[in-house]
């Protein structure tokens, strides 16, 4: 069983280190402990044989005190998840970096600081004993249903899909850059699809407003969001989970950079461009900027920067 509570992105980024592990031993049940919010990111993924719902401590413990795995890893290293692994009977395995270490049955090296997060999960695997030495392409499995009224809604036009919203602000592009980015592919002849994650309506209207002619999709689930990306020419946001959604289905994707590393989570895709200008306190923990009054490692980011990113994936992937 493996424990990754949360977040999006790092559900997301867990679908390639176990295609890999599927691959390479097709019969192990493979295993997940997350949250309810989160499940979705493996729905209908063949590479995960059960979800064990996070939705309290009292529903965790009355669903594994009576199980056994014959491995826990836990990828999250918090103290919740530390009492979720100690619940069922298995092996626990952790990462040399975690607090109560003398806790777990194995631990694994810490990875390089420099490294990808899903280089890291791999480093895990391997560790385990999986011997794959390129970890896969993320995944996500296609729904018919969503994408066929993804497709019936954008009525068969081209179209670029842009997500404005961020959790921290340090991580959120300003709108009217959004915009004018909006404005360029409109007269590409692409129709801007504005999307928003829960709480982050507000982003996606000002941007709509800032640009006539735009379409405002609110209110989708993840299985629906990645159907509406995967029909995108091209998926232009923020370092906020939708980037790895684009990149799980294989849309190119254009990722405006502020406070996080970039070289940790940057998307795991094979067409992509991270717009990010160099700062000295780049990375941080990015819950407020500990330099200035306002983030200026976001701020500093150009339209023409993004323009110039938009135009060659536009043509790298043509």
Not at 44 to 56: F, G, K, L, Q
Not at 256 to 262: F, I, K, L, P, T
Not at 289 to 312: F, G, K, Y
Request: hydrophobic share 40%.
């Amino acid at each position: 069983m493996f424990i990754r509570l949360r977040s999006m992105g790092d559900c997301l980024l867990l679908t390639s280190p176990l295609h890999a592990l599927r691959e390479e031993f097709p019969a192990f049940h493979i295993a997940l402990l997350v949250e309810p919010r989160f499940s979705a990111c493996f729905s209908r993924n063949p590479d995960v044989d059960e979800i064990v719902s996070a939705e309290s401590k009292h529903s965790v413990m009355f669903q594994l005190l009576a199980r056994r795995f014959d491995a826990i890893v836990n990828l999250h290293g918090g103290p919740t998840s530390l009492l979720y692994s100690w619940l069922p009977r298995g092996q626990r395995i952790g990462v040399e970096h975690y607090r109560a270490r003398n806790l777990y049955h194995g631990l694994v090296p810490a990875p390089a600081p420099q490294a990808h997060t899903v280089e890291s999960t791999m480093a895990v695997l391997h560790w385990l004993g999986v011997r794959c030495a390129q970890a896969p392409a993320l995944q996500y499995a296609k729904h018919p249903e969503y994408a066929a009224r993804m497709e019936e809604k954008l009525s068969g036009r081209p179209y670029v899909v842009i997500h404005p919203g961020a959790v921290m602000e340090t991580k959120r592009w300003d709108y009217r850059s959004f915009g004018e980015v909006a404005r360029g592919l409109l007269s590409r002849g692409f129709t801007v699809v504005v999307t928003a994650g829960p709480g982050e309506e507000s982003f996606a209207s000002k941007v709509a407003k800032e640009v006539q002619g735009t379409v405002i999709v609110l209110g989708l689930n993840i299985p629906g969001l990645a159907e509406l990306i995967r029909g995108a020419r091209l998926y232009v946001g923020n370092d906020a989970g939708p980037m790895h959604l684009a990149a799980a289905v294989g849309t190119p994707v254009v990722a405006v950079w502020g406070s996080s590393d970039s070289r940790r989570w940057r998307p795991w895709a094979k067409d992509f461009r991270v717009v990010q200008n160099p700062f000295e306190c780049n990375p941080c923990p990015g819950y407020r900027c500990l330099v200035a009054e306002s983030p200026l490692c976001i701020e500093s980011v150009s339209v023409n920067q993004v323009d110039t990113a938009v135009e060659e994936l536009l043509k790298a992937t043509d």
